[in-house]
């Protein structure tokens, strides 16, 4: 049902980084591709005793990164964690948008760190949870955007912080969130990769990736992949996590987009917690279609068949909620008549 990701079309391979001295874990890597032609790449490391820093190196494609750099504490946060690299530019300017735990009261704050000045900036308040901004360069200033499903903009600068909320979407597959920055696509619009995850049957949660692109000025998502293009596997292999063994989600976790000189779109993205994946898209392969196009018939009804008060039987064709119920693809189960017709897009009939 989720085969390996090393076997998918697009996958391009692991990214090598030094190794470090305690280091148990290496993943969620961020590329970004540099006006020099050159690529940044920033990735977490996760300690023995749990706690994890960020590290930044050049990404050579044929031999990963060669070289680590430890991207310093921000002053009186030694004792914090850093999580979850996010490089993006804005302007001639390059950034890291990054969480910080605080492990003594477990909150998460939202910060992101100038690395042509170095001067870092808290973007949320320290006692919240917030994680998964998506940062973006708007009119040359560094701004942020909450998940994909409910945009709102902040930013550094006072002048940009107004909220500007996007449009809900129909999205069936589970729970969607932010992923990469949103880079340029075309005059119009920029590209991101959203993440998403879905109830497992074993574990903390099975995760999965896909694309969107936004309007520039309105920040309205306009297109989106008609399905997630890479799902998390069990297949992967995952090293156990240091802190506990309770917390292993099937994961896949994007966290860099950049364009090649080929116009193919290049995503890195955390491995089971474990690794740095890399992948390769031509557009067409990020199957995008616009905002309120049916996601590819999710489900099939089946002519002839229909169960109590008039519903009719359906089959998945991929994974998807329905009525806060999970379905794996090619699950069968019956529809009411009213939630088919105020749903129609869900249903092709035959």
């Not at 591709?33 to 590290?55: C, L, N, V």
């Not at 190196?57 to 002053?75: E, H, N, R, S, W």
């Amino acid at each position: 049902m989720y085969p390996a990701v090393a076997s998918h079309p697009n996958f391009a391979g692991i990214i090598m980084v030094p190794r470090c001295k305690g280091v148990v874990r290496q993943y969620n890597g961020s590329v970004c591709g540099m006006p020099d032609g050159s690529t940044k790449f920033a990735w977490r490391r996760e300690y023995q005793d749990g706690h994890s820093d960020i590290a930044i190196g050049d990404l050579l494609y044929d031999a990963g990164v060669k070289k680590a750099t430890q991207i310093p504490f921000a002053a009186g946060k030694e004792d914090h964690w850093m999580e979850d690299p996010r490089l993006f530019l804005a302007g001639d300017h390059l950034y890291l948008l990054y969480a910080l735990v605080n492990t003594k009261k477990w909150a998460v704050q939202q910060r992101c760190r100038d690395l042509t000045t170095g001067i870092d900036y808290p973007l949320s308040n320290e006692d919240d949870v917030q994680k998964n901004w998506t940062p973006v360069d708007h009119l040359g200033e560094a701004a942020f955007l909450d998940y994909p499903a409910g945009l709102v903009l902040h930013g550094i600068a006072p002048h940009i912080s107004a909220a500007r909320p996007g449009v809900p979407l129909d999205f069936p597959f589970g729970t969607l969130s932010g992923g990469s920055p949103l880079i340029p696509f075309d005059d119009d619009h920029v590209i991101g990769i959203y993440h998403g995850h879905m109830p497992h049957e074993s574990r903390t949660r099975r995760y999965f990736f896909g694309a969107y692109l936004v309007e520039k000025y309105t920040f309205t998502i306009t297109h989106i992949s008609a399905r997630p293009l890479v799902y998390a596997s069990d297949e992967d292999p995952a090293i156990p996590c240091p802190r506990t063994a309770a917390y292993n989600p099937c994961a896949i976790f994007p966290c860099g987009i950049m364009q090649t000189t080929d116009g193919r779109w290049l995503v890195s993205a955390g491995m089971q917690d474990s690794h740095n994946a890399l992948f390769r898209f031509a557009t067409a392969d990020l199957n995008l279609v616009p905002v309120g196009t049916p996601l590819e018939a999710r489900l099939i009804a089946k002519p002839g068949m229909t169960g109590p008060s008039g519903s009719v039987a359906v089959r998945t064709l991929c994974p998807l909620f329905e009525d806060g119920h999970h379905y794996e693809a090619g699950e069968e189960f019956f529809l009411s008549a009213a939630r088919a017709a105020a749903l129609p897009t869900l249903v092709s009939i035959l």
